[in-house]
């Protein structure tokens, strides 16, 4: 299931906790493709605390509680990590990370926390929903057979990766805009991971915000770059990148568009991406100015300089993702609609 749909299903998850209709949930993913990210977006949307506990890293007293005397009798003590309503608060989701990296004698432990939502005398508080995440066997991870019964008390998602949800939440975080065309030009790219050669460094969701960030600290050091870039997301996307950016001077003057001033469209592919994804960059940043209607409009008139009808309808999509419905009320919208005929925006 794509991330968009994902976040859709915990947010219902979320909220059925209250009501006492929630079911645990595993998502299930290769390495890097944002499993965790969007179990902790729910909790930021919300704005519920998220216990992250990495099973991977626990023996099964760190679950069970550490046995005291109290008197003739024997006591547990609850440890202070799992959630407390008067600690943490009535609502909450706690995470089980790493889930498939657990010793089985570990896993044996979740079993009643994961379905009773009790271990012993402690009990989950309601309004707190579980959600856990691990690696597939084919991921070359340290994963172990989730056990049968284990398995039975979860609902099973398997993360499956979408360019344009990940353009989405690029935007939205202000991932480097080269990095954003250069995935749409070469979307194959946006994940690469091939578990018979057992890479170092490959292209995932996740290493490319680490090559986002390796952009800005190399830039200015053009000999550093690449073995930057290189060291994120492996040796051949790290070329593609570099040479990529490095093609971007040739690109049009994006003021002079936003000016509404007549500028041709690059005739190379690879630049007609980037200054797509350039000026949603550039409609983000002008969103709640004063000239913001009118910097959209001449988007919105350059949408259709593009040879290729379908680049235009790409950039008007993911403008409209990332603005909203500000977009319906530019009247230049209208136009830009009717000139494309029967091509139709995509979801």
Known sequence: MRPAQLSAVLDKEFLGALD???????????????????????????????????????????????????????????PSMLPNAERHGPQGILFLDEITSAVPSVSAAAYQLILDR??????????????????????RGVTYTMPSPLANRFSHFEVE?????????AYQHDIDERIIAFLRFRPEQLFNFDPAHNPVAFP?????????????????????????????????????LKAFVDSLDQMPDLDAILRGEEVKSPKE?????????????????AQGSDDAQQSFGHILNYANAFPLKEMGVMLVSDMLRAI???????????????????IMLYD
């Open 161 to 169: 990766l979408n360019l344009d949800d990940w353009v989405a939440w």
């Open 118 to 139: 009790r271990l012993g005398d402690y009990t989950i508080p309601d309004g707190w929903a579980i959600f856990a995440a691990g690696n597939r066997q084919g991921d």
């Open 204 to 240: 995932t969701p996740r290493s490319w915000e680490f090559a986002h960030r390796a952009l800005h600290k190399f830039g200015d050091h053009p000999q550093l770059l690449l073995g930057g870039l290189q060291s994120c997301v492996g040796p051949a996307a790290g070329i593609e």
């Open 269 to 285: 592919v690879d630049l007609q991406y980037a200054v797509a994804a350039a000026l949603v960059g550039r409609a983000i940043r």
């Open 20 to 78: 006492g209709y929630h079911t645990p949930v595993m998502l299930w993913g290769a390495p890097g493709v944002g499993k965790s990210q969007i179990i902790t977006q729910v909790g930021e949307r919300h704005q519920v605390p998220v216990i992250d506990i990495r099973l991977s890293q626990m023996e099964p007293s760190d679950l069970r509680g550490i046995p005291f005397r109290e008197e003739h009798l024997v006591e547990w003590a609850i």
């Open 324 to 342: 909203g419905d500000d977009m319906f009320a530019v009247p230049e919208f209208a136009s830009w609609a009717e000139s494309i005929g029967d």
